[in-house]
T-cell receptor, first 113, second 114 residues
Framework: SQTIHQWPATLVQPVGSPLSLECTVE??????LYWYRQAAGRGLQLLFY??????ISSEVPQNLSASRPQDRQFILSSKKLLLSDSGFYLC????????????FGDGTRLSIL | QKEVEQNSGPLSVPEGAIASLNCTYS??????FFWYRQYSGKSPELIMS????GDKEDGRFTAQLNKASQYVSLLIRDSQPSDSATYLC??????????????FGKGTKLSVIP
């Protein structure tokens, strides 16, 4: 069966520091991968999605970036965090090119001080 | 712009009652419809998928789809306090060039009162 791992679970970072969140999927090949952010009391905001290695689409312009160095690895990064980057970051995967649903990791709660 | 609308709630129902959660979507050619449950502080969990008009039952949950009305609903029978969560409606539409777009509603917060 497929599983998705996301770490760390919580992170506290100072403003201006860098960020790296990692997500890996097991049990499937060539998944679509997604990064979402959910601010407190708000809906899910799609940040990036990837349909293959090195293929990244950005949905929202910001100081975040994403990379997919391997088929089942998706990384969210920032060179300098802003206060507004605080939130709950979720990685998700879905079957390649289909009408199938997305499945979420446990999320990373990021607090910027 | 594809949109998925839900009443934000909170929807309060007594324990044992039927909770009815509703969702409308804007893209007439949407093909797949999902309900996710999100407990406070946790990630969304897929609980129901429905792809064709009508009802689909899974335990205490029934999803209903009416594509003509662009409406999808989730019924929870015999509601339990453990059902208290935010329920997200999600819709997939084909967005061209082999890609599919999943649009989430903002969710309805359900509170089941013991």
């Amino acid at each position: 069966s497929q599983t998705i791992h996301q770490w760390p679970a919580t992170l506290v970072q100072p403003v201006g520091s860098p960020l790296s969140l990692e997500c890996t999927v097991e049990g499937t090949s060539n998944p679509n991968l997604y990064w979402y952010r959910q601010a407190a009391g708000r809906g899910l905001q799609l940040l990036f999605y990837s349909v293959g290695i090195g293929q990244i689409s950005s949905e929202v312009p910001q100081n975040l970036s994403a990379s997919r160095p391997q088929d089942r690895q998706f990384i969210l990064s920032s060179k300098k965090l802003l206060l507004s980057d605080s939130g709950f970051y979720l990685c998700a995967w879905s079957v390649e090119g289909s009408y199938q649903p997305q499945h979420f990791g446990d999320g990373t709660r990021l607090s910027i001080l | 712009q594809k949109e998925v609308e839900q009443n934000s709630g909170p929807l309060s129902v007594p324990e044992g009652a039927i909770a009815s959660l509703n969702c409308t979507y804007s893209d007439r050619v949407s093909q797949s419809f999902f309900w996710y449950r999100q407990y406070s502080g946790k990630s969304p969990e897929l609980i129901m998928s429905i792809y064709s008009n009508g009802d689909k039952e899974d335990g205490r949950f029934t999803a209903q789809l009416n594509k003509a009305s662009q409406y999808v609903s989730l019924l929870i029978r015999d509601s339990q306090p453990s059902d208290s969560a935010t329920y997200l409606c999600a819709v997939i539409s084909y967005s061209g060039a082999g890609s599919y777009q999943l649009t989430f509603g903002k969710g309805t917060k359900l509170s089941v009162i013991p």
